[in-house]
Structure formats: C-alpha cells, structure tokens
C-alpha cells in the first residue's frame, strides 16, 4: 500500500468496530509497513471498544467520515 501512495486507511467495522479475521491481518500488515490505519464504527451512534489500539488504534466515538476527516489532517501534519 505504501509503494502504491497510500497513506492511511479508515475502516468502518461492524459494532463497535471489530473486523474479520483476514481483514484484521491485512489491517495489521498494513500498519507495520507505515500506513495509519483506524478502526471506526460504522453505526451512526456507535463508539470503537475493545481491541488493542497500539496494534489498530480506535477512533472511539467518531464516525467513519469523522475519522477520516481526523485521519487526513493528521497526514497533512507530517513532514513529507
């Protein structure tokens, strides 16, 4: 993902924001090859619970759009 430009992922995980098991692996591939990725709920009232934020951070209670919109500013803060 990082040689195709990539440079952050959201996804929108069910509930409170678990993801399958393949998804998760290839989340957590993602990560350790430099990409910020977030986990976000996708229920309108829906916060991230659980997991381990170190390995894929939570958004906690944005949403999906919001975490993205957090997400991009935070890229557009680092050195390029």
Do not use: F, K
Request: glycine share 16%; hydrophobic share 50%; aromatic share 0%.
């Amino acid at each position: 993902m990082v040689a195709q430009g990539i440079a952050g992922v959201v996804v929108a995980g069910t509930g409170n924001g678990t993801v399958g098991a393949g998804l998760h692996a290839a989340l957590c591939n993602a990560n350790a090859t430099g990409v910020r990725v977030v986990r976000a709920s996708r229920c309108a009232n829906g916060a991230v619970i659980g997991g381990d934020d170190a390995e894929l951070p939570g958004a906690g209670a944005l949403t999906a759009v919001q975490a993205r919109v957090e997400l991009i500013l935070r890229l557009l803060q680092q050195p390029v």
